[in-house]
């Protein structure tokens, strides 16, 4: 199965700053299919990206997801204090579908 | 809205058995692929189980079949997961979740509503 590979495990930075977590795959994602969550704590996991790039309906356009084969990125422009919070990356191109160890993103 | 509520978590004993239900609203439940997935007590997630709209095709992770078994009963908008043979790596909290875009059966689909999930622990 392809494993998922978050880095950094914790990224601590500002409002207004921008992040960018990475997400490395042991051998190649077909089709660019791999999504991204955000979880916060004692919440489900919310939907941002899927297809690599494409964001869910109602996530605002600071969240941005990048890459192909297998690295990929998810890139926040401008933290807003509600987006720290832990994000994951799950690839749904080989079976079973993994997700990511996970990227906490706080202050 | 679109709702889930997921019930029917707890403590249970090494060995036993408890069902999961997850009762949806906000939604067509009869036209959607549904999931379930974990997450142990401070670690990442985990796909468990897929089956779709009419309940016909199931889909587990390797490590889980023949001990969970997911079900749906549509008119009641309630999904379910049995867990059999429970055991201490079964602590966890279980959300069940709508699929949103399904490529292949037997792949964890992408997942756009989650319900807000049930702690079940095991251990005597």
């Known amino acids: 199965e392809i494993v998922l590979t978050q880095s950094p495990d914790t990224l601590s930075l500002s409002p207004g700053e921008r992040a960018i977590v990475s997400c490395r795959a042991s051998?190649?994602?077909?089709?660019?299919?791999l999504a991204w969550y955000q979880q916060k704590p004692g919440q489900a996991p919310r939907l941002l990206v899927y297809?690599?790039?494409s964001r869910a309906t109602g996530v605002p356009d600071r969240f941005t997801g990048s890459g192909s084969e297998t690295d990929f990125a998810l890139t926040i422009s401008r933290l807003e204090p509600e987006d720290f919070a832990v994000y994951y990356c799950?690839?749904?191109?080989?079976?079973?579908?993994?997700f990511g160890g996970g990227t906490k993103v706080d202050i | 809205d679109v709702q889930l509520v997921v019930s029917g978590g707890g403590l249970v004993q090494p060995g036993g058995s408890l069902r999961l239900s997850c009762e949806v609203s906000?939604?067509?439940?009869?036209?959607?692929?549904m999931s379930w997935v974990r997450q142990a007590p401070g670690k990442g997630l985990e796909w468990v189980a897929t089956?779709?709209?009419?309940?016909?095709?199931?889909y587990y992770l390797d490590s889980v079949k023949g001990r969970l078994a997911i079900s749906r009963d549509n008119p009641k908008n309630s999904l379910y997961l049995s867990i059999n043979t429970l055991r201490s790596e079964d602590t966890a909290v279980y959300y069940c979740?709508?699929?949103?875009?399904?490529?292949?059966?037997?792949?964890?689909?992408?997942?756009?509503?989650w319900g807000q999930g049930a702690l079940v622990i095991v251990s005597s």
């Open positions: 979740a709508r699929a949103y875009l399904v490529v292949v059966p037997d792949i964890m689909p992408v997942l756009d509503y």
């Open positions: 906000g939604f067509n439940f009869g036209a959607y692929w």
């Open positions: 089956l779709n709209q009419d309940g016909s095709e199931t």
């Open positions: 051998q190649s994602v077909r089709s660019r299919y």
């Open positions: 297809g690599a790039s």
């Open positions: 799950q690839q749904y191109g080989s079976s079973p579908g993994t």
